[in-house]
């Protein structure tokens, strides 16, 4: 089991970038998905969450109104849309898989798979 995150880069304050996760090695239809991400020197904190239905989603205070969480069940995917970036969204962002069909697991940072971070550097 494999989850492969892309997307991130370099974007100035007030940008867009859009982050994306494909998960191989079994279909995760029924697992909710999310992105976290660990700021240089600190604790890997919760970003975003969608369920396995993609009917309910999750988001940290920090990047509500900002962030968007969507699913791709069809193609075993996960993006996060981050427009109106802030040099504090600066950090490696990780993709992960909970067995619970709802977010509230991932919510806590309890996940069944991680997958390996993908850099987002956003400069003022």
């Known amino acids: 089991v494999q989850l492969q995150a892309s997307g991130g880069g370099l974007v100035q304050a007030g940008g867009s970038l859009r982050l994306s996760c494909e998960a191989s090695?079994?279909?995760?239809?029924?697992?909710?998905l999310g992105w976290f991400r660990r700021h240089s020197g600190k604790e890997r904190e919760f970003v975003a969450a969608i369920s396995s239905s993609g009917g309910s989603s999750d988001y940290a205070d920090s990047v509500k109104g900002r962030f968007t969480v969507s699913r791709d069940n069809a193609k075993n995917m996960v993006h996060l849309q981050m427009s109106t970036l802030k040099t504090e969204d600066t950090a490696h962002y990780y993709c992960?898989?909970?067995?619970?069909?709802?977010?509230?697991?991932?919510?806590?940072?309890?996940?069944?798979?991680w997958g390996q971070g993908t850099l987002v550097t956003v400069s003022s």
């Open positions: 090695g079994r279909t995760f239809n029924s697992y909710s």
């Open positions: 992960a898989a909970s067995n619970a069909p709802t977010t509230d697991l991932l919510r806590v940072g309890l996940a069944n798979y």
